[in-house]
Each structure stands twice: as C-alpha cells, then as structure tokens.
C-alpha cells in the first residue's frame, strides 16, 4: 500500500464520521479559546487600572502568543511520533492556573508570568485537538476541521462579551469566574483522552509509524517548500489584521465614537462571531470550490471592507466589520487542511505550524502595532493594517488542488 493510501484510509475506508467526538472537542476548543480570550478583553480594565501604556498591552498579548505559536509545532511534532491523549486535559489544567493567577496579579510582571501559563495551556491543546478532529472525520475531514476550528473562533468571539457581562462589574478579580470554565474543560477532555487512547489501536500506531517512514524515504516534492511559504504569508496577513482588530480597536471605537468600553466591545463581538461563521463555512466551500479559491477570494474579498471600515461611521462599520469578518475567517480552516495535504503523515506539525504560526504573528503584530499606534497614533494604525489583506493576491501563486492530489501519490 502506498503513502497516499495509508493516508486516506482513517477518512476514506469507509469509517463513519464520529460527530459526537467532534462536537465536544470543538466545544472544548470553544472553552480554550475562550480562557485566551479574557486576556484581550482584559485590556481596557488592566490599561486603566494599572496604568499600562498601548506597547506594554502588546507585550502582554506578546508573551501570550508567542509561548503558544513557539510550542505548538513542537508538540505537534513530538505527538505525530508519540500521540499523548492525556496531555489535553493536562494543558488546560495548565490554563487553568494561569487564569486564576491572571485575576489577582498585582503587577505587569505577574501578568505576564500568568500568560505564559495560559499560552503553554493552549500549546499542548491546539495540535492533540486537531488530531482527535482528523480521527474523527471518517470521509468528511474538510467539514470536521471546520467544526473544530469554529469551536475555538466562537470562543474568541466570547472576549466582548467577556469584558461587557463579567469584566467590567467585577472588573480584573472577575476572570477568576473562569476557572470553572477551565475546569469543565478538563473534564471533557478526560473523555476525549480515553477516546482516543481506544483509537490509537496497535495496528493504527503501525500505520502511523508507516506514513511517517514512507514520508521520510520519500521527501518532499518539489515545490511543496515555496507553497508553504505562501501558506505561512497568508497566515502572517491574516493574523496581523486580525491582532489589530481585536486587540486595538475597542480603543479606536472609544476615541472615534465616544463609545463605552462595554459598547465598543459589541463591535469586536460582532467581527468575531461573524469570523467564527466564516470559518464553519469555509470547509464546506473548500470541498465544492477547492481549497486555493476559497484562500484566494477570501482574502482579496476581503480587502474593500478592511480598508474603508476606519472611514465610517459606527453604524456603517458595524455591517463592514460583520462582512469583512466573515469573508477573511473563510480561509482560517482551509489553510489548516491545505497545510495538512502538503506534508502527508505530518497532521500534528502542520497543524501547530498553521494554527501555531497565527498565534505568533499575532503576537509580533500585537508589538508592532502597540508601538505604532503610540508613536503614529491609533487611527494611522488601524488605517494601515486595512491594506493587509492585499498580501492574499500571493495565494494565486499557490498550487492547484490538483497539483496537491498529484503530489501525494
């Protein structure tokens, strides 16, 4: 049996598609994500209360990222060797220290210290996670890694909500509410683990072991590292618009629009959950469409509304910021999957690559544009990361689907 084979089989033997496993591992991603996301939505309440400029903001959100984005493709590596089942509930046991220490930090320093527990939560859960989603899949991987991802974008559309509903009565103590969130987290994945520990049979891990040795005699083909590449510039694009989205425009909408800091959050809210709805959907196109014209239009679509939502009034930028984050989150879960389909036998790697490398472009973009809006201002900045989304016109230099079936044979 070939490479390509041993690849498809877990999708394509005709293994029905297990969607209970896949609704509660995306409802745990849900729960993750949303653990992450009370340190943006912290923001307003942590910049006022403790006096923190917009670059110590960004450092925060820095340090959050990039534990995560460094650790993700590493664990994703180290478990397409070995997979570690019980490091899912492990890890958000992790989160969950970090977000009790998080409520009563005293200082920036211990702010800091508690994200990096967070952000080492969410490293060993991100690629374990995709694994149990490709599991799971049966004949429908595109649709079961969009269930997952849309898991963790709903939890990220929960920061707005996170600030307006619990931060702002309760202010910074209130995320302590969220330890239980982490604890119902642990305990579903104790479930998962015990899934997929049944899943991981003796004749499975014999097979993984195949692909991975039949990758290694094989290598990659020619032109799968330049695709990467232009994989990895869209993600880049993608994630600094988004960083200075969620991150920064609260304060946009409260300087622009004399809004609150519980009506601004409303804007963000509406951005994410429309994201979280372009990403469910984004699988499902991919299927019909191909994957390389949902990255490209996504991303082009998605250019005229980023650049003119600092122009307009709250209303008007309120219908952009719904369309622009449904368009531009279409491709979050297709560049996963295309990822995947690149490098065959590698799905925890391109996984924490993918979905790691988001985190830490974000969180190099949540620096930059923390120190661009002090030194340039707010407006200037968020005017100029609207144009980011141009970078997607490289995505037509991507490799057909066709290319990509070719190359795993």
């Known amino acids: 049996m070939n490479q390509a084979a041993l690849v498809q ?10 969607y209970k496993i896949l609704f509660i591992i995306a409802l ?4 993750n994500d949303s653990l992450q996301s009370v340190v943006p939505a912290m923001f307003p309440i942590i910049g006022k209360t403790l006096g923190l400029s917009f670059t110590q903001l960004g450092m925060i959100a820095f340090a959050l990222n990039m534990v995560s984005s460094v650790m993700q493709p590493a664990v994703g590596l180290m478990t397409d060797k070995k997979p570690m089942p019980y490091a899912l509930p492990a890890g ?3 989160s969950m220290a970090g977000i009790l220490g998080l409520a009563f930090a005293p200082n920036f320093a211990f702010i800091i210290l508690s994200v990096i527990f967070i952000g080492i939560g969410s490293a060993i859960f991100h690629p374990e996670g995709s694994r149990v989603a490709y599991l799971a899949a049966g004949p429908r991987r595109g649709l079961a890694q969009s269930i997952y991802q849309v898991g963790g974008n709903s939890g990220q559309a929960l920061a707005p909500l996170i600030t307006a509903l619990i931060l702002v009565p309760f202010g910074q103590k209130g ?4 330890a239980a969130v982490a604890g119902i987290a642990v305990a579903l994945l104790m479930y998962i683990a015990r899934w997929y520990t049944e899943k991981l049979s003796a004749t499975r891990k014999a097979e993984v072991k195949k692909i991975g040795n039949n990758a290694a005699k094989k290598g990659l083909q020619t032109g799968v590292l330049p695709a990467l590449a232009l994989i990895l510039l869209l993600i880049f694009a993608r994630s600094w618009y988004i960083s200075g989205i969620t991150n920064f425009y609260a304060f946009f909408a409260i300087n622009e629009y004399s809004f609150t800091i519980k009506q601004s959050q409303f804007l963000l809210f509406a951005f994410l959950v429309s994201g979280a709805a372009g990403t469910f959907f984004g699988g499902p196109l991919a299927d019909r469409f191909g994957k390389k014209n949902v990255i490209s239009a996504s991303m082009l679509f998605a250019v005229p509304f980023s650049a003119i939502i600092p122009f307009l009034p709250s209303a008007a930028a309120l219908v952009c910021l719904i369309l622009n984050g449904f368009i531009l989150m279409t491709s979050f879960s297709v560049t996963v999957v295309y990822a995947q389909e690149l490098v065959p036998g590698k799905i925890g790697l391109m996984s924490g690559l993918t979905v790691g490398l988001a985190f830490g472009m974000g969180a190099i973009g949540s620096v930059g544009l923390g120190y661009f809006a002090d030194l340039a201002g707010l407006k200037q900045m968020i005017i100029g990361v609207g144009f980011l989304p141009l970078l997607g016109i490289s995505a037509l230099l991507l490799p057909s689907d066709k290319k990509l079936e070719q190359w795993q044979v």
């Open 28 to 31: 745990c991603h849900l729960l």
């Open 175 to 178: 995320a302590a509410l969220f």
């Open 92 to 94: 958000l046991a992790c």
């Open 9 to 18: 089989k877990p999708a394509e033997s005709g293994q029905a598609t297990t």
